[in-house]
T-cell receptor, first 105, second 115 residues
Framework: GEDVEQSLFLSVREGDSSVINCTYT??????LYWYKQEPGAGLQLLTY?????DMKQDQRLTVLLNKKDKHLSLRIADTQTGDSAIYFC?????FGAGTRLTVKP | GAGVSQSPSNKVTEKGKDVELRCDPI?????LYWYRQSLGQGLEFLIY????????KSGLPSDRFSAERTGGSVSTLTIQRTQQEDSAVYLC?????????????FGSGTRLTVV
């Protein structure tokens, strides 16, 4: 089957940048996504990137896509305590296991 | 509706009983998905509906699991003879095919506990 893989944990200090990495296998995906799940809440779409793009910037978020290596990353600049959540990478219908980001004051 | 609605929000059932979980997608969203999120695990894909048809049900863990969708709207996920390993949060999502940049809209989930 198709797999999406990402590291499970990331801890950063407030104000630092966070980088969450993901690898995927389905090269037919038109879009790739990042979802955010805050404690006790459902998943919400955070951002997406079209598959023919290399980079997308949206305020503090930067998404990088390397199609050759099937690698996707999410960079959060100036990470805040409110960014603490689980971040899921998704390609078509498949989701990664989620990266739990902890932001320390 | 305004969002994806799932019911019940919590369900405690005895091992061996059958349960039905309901999902009411956003009006006009023809695609509907079921996922399972176990403690400490990621999102496990279960089944995808386009209209009332299920082109991909490859994620259903066993023949105890089934799902249907009627009228291109409400979907029901049924788990027969529940086992303790079925305990998880079951999430439903919906989307409009062809509008991929909007991703999926998720419901709040049904937390199933099998005792």
């Amino acid at each position: 089957g198709e797999d999406v893989e990402q590291s499970l944990f990331l801890s950063v200090r407030e104000g630092d940048s966070s980088v969450i990495n993901c690898t995927y296998t389905d090269s037919s995906s038109t879009y790739l996504y990042w979802y955010k799940q805050e404690p006790g809440a459902g998943l919400q779409l955070l951002t997406y990137i079209f598959s023919n793009m290399d980079m997308k910037q949206d305020q503090r978020l930067t998404v990088l896509l390397n199609k050759k290596d099937k690698h996707l990353s999410l960079r959060i600049a100036d990470t805040q305590t409110g960014d603490s959540a689980i971040y899921f990478c998704a390609d078509n219908m498949r989701f990664g296991a989620g990266t739990r980001l902890t932001v320390k004051p | 509706g305004a969002g994806v609605s799932q019911s019940p929000s919590n369900k405690v059932t005895e091992k061996g009983k059958d349960v039905e979980l309901r999902c009411d997608p956003i009006s006009g969203h023809t695609a509907l998905y079921w996922y399972r999120q176990s403690l400490g695990q990621g999102l496990e894909f279960l089944i995808y509906f386009q209209g009332n048809s299920a082109p991909d049900k490859s994620g259903l863990p066993s023949d105890r699991f089934s799902a249907e969708r009627t009228g291109g709207s409400v979907s029901t996920l049924t788990i027969q003879r529940t086992q303790q390993e079925d305990s998880a949060v079951y999430l439903c999502a919906s989307s409009i095919p062809g509008q991929g940049k909007y991703g999926y809209t998720f419901g709040s989930g049904t937390r199933l506990t099998v005792v």
